[in-house]
């Protein structure tokens, strides 16, 4: 298949692309480089700079493409309550110049990055598919709105759509060849990751006051290789006739901020001293995944679950590259 993989030279998208093209498939990357970096880039894929409210760019990319892999879009929960109206722009509203242009061009199947964040507080975890979505922040709004869009389509059997809500991602390509490099970093684990390498001996986290057994935001990570792997799987599916839908991607366990840090310095060698700050605006208190229906429908299950396992590999892609792709 050709795939047109937009945000494909970030985190997720970079290392997606490989696993697609490293399994047969043609890539065309889409990608303002905004956040990306043109260095993350795999070689084999055909590249071009521009965004997805492009309509004239993408109607150069789109002839020949059999599916697009959305990945693009902002991602950060704090600037999101700080400028909500950037957020579903960039998130729900230019996205729409794409359908529009995937219909011209008869591309029927598209895989979207959503996000854990369209449950905002969850009524019970782990959290199902059909859990209520009440997102608590404008970055979780907007990705349930373009979710809304998608599920629009398939009314008028024009485009067939796999929404996958991530949970934590985080780890790097087992090499280390290719991790997580956010300017600034504002995930957890990337940051501690830093701090330790930097010989940082603090660092602080936000919040100790949330209902949890320690008080710090309980979370599901996932590696970032098994949300690649679950891209691949859904794509092949929509391009055997599947029917698409939501799907959660996640472990089906939780850790909290303070268990993070703390398997960190484990995994470093190094030691911290952890400080608690204020609340981050808009993080709720526990997101954990219920993911049996990928499996169940799928196929898909991780295979990198362990946190430890995770952390290793973002350790040695931080301690390999202290500039990230630059």
């Given amino acids: 298949m050709r795939i047109l993989v937009t945000g494909g030279a970030g985190y997720i998208g970079s290392i997606t692309t490989r696993v697609l093209l490293d399994a047969g498939h043609d890539c065309v990357v889409l990608d303002t480089l905004e956040q990306g970096h043109v260095e993350a880039i795999d070689p084999r894929a055909g590249f071009v700079h521009g965004s997805v409210d492009d309509a004239a760019l993408l109607d150069a990319c789109l002839p020949g493409c059999d599916a697009v892999m959305h990945l693009a879009g902002y991602i950060e929960v704090a600037e999101s309550v700080s400028e909500p109206e950037k957020y579903l722009r960039n998130n729900a509203i230019g996205p729409l110049v794409m359908l529009e242009a995937m219909k011209r061009h008869e591309v029927g199947a598209i895989v979207f990055s959503s996000t854990a964040a369209v449950y905002g507080e969850p009524e019970s975890v782990p959290i199902r598919e059909d859990a209520p ?44 060849s290719m991790g997580e490099a956010h300017s600034p970093e504002t995930h957890i684990v990337p940051r501690v990751l830093t701090a330790l390498r930097d010989g940082q001996a603090r660092f602080e986290v936000y919040g100790n006051d949330y209902p949890t057994p320690d008080g710090t935001c309980v979370r599901d990570y996932i590696h970032v290789l098994d949300l690649a792997n679950a891209h691949h799987i859904g794509l092949e599916s929509l391009g055997a006739g599947g029917r698409g839908g939501v799907f959660n991607l996640g472990n089906g366990q939780g850790y909290s901020n303070l268990q993070v840090v703390r398997t960190c310095a484990e995994v470093s060698g190094r030691e911290v001293e952890i400080t608690i700050g204020p609340r981050r605006a808009g993080d709720p208190a526990v997101l954990v995944a219920s993911a049996e229906k990928a499996e169940a429908e799928l196929g898909w299950r991780p295979e990198r679950g362990e946190l430890a396992e995770i952390i290793g590999d973002a350790w040695l892609w931080h301690l390999e590259h202290p500039s990230g792709y630059r």
């Fill in 133 to 176: 979505t009440r997102p608590v922040n404008p970055y979780g709004a907007s990705k349930l709105a373009f979710e809304e869009s998608l599920e629009g389509c398939r009314y008028d059997h024009t485009i067939a759509s796999i929404r996958f809500r991530y949970f934590n991602v985080a780890g790097a390509w087992p090499d280390g």
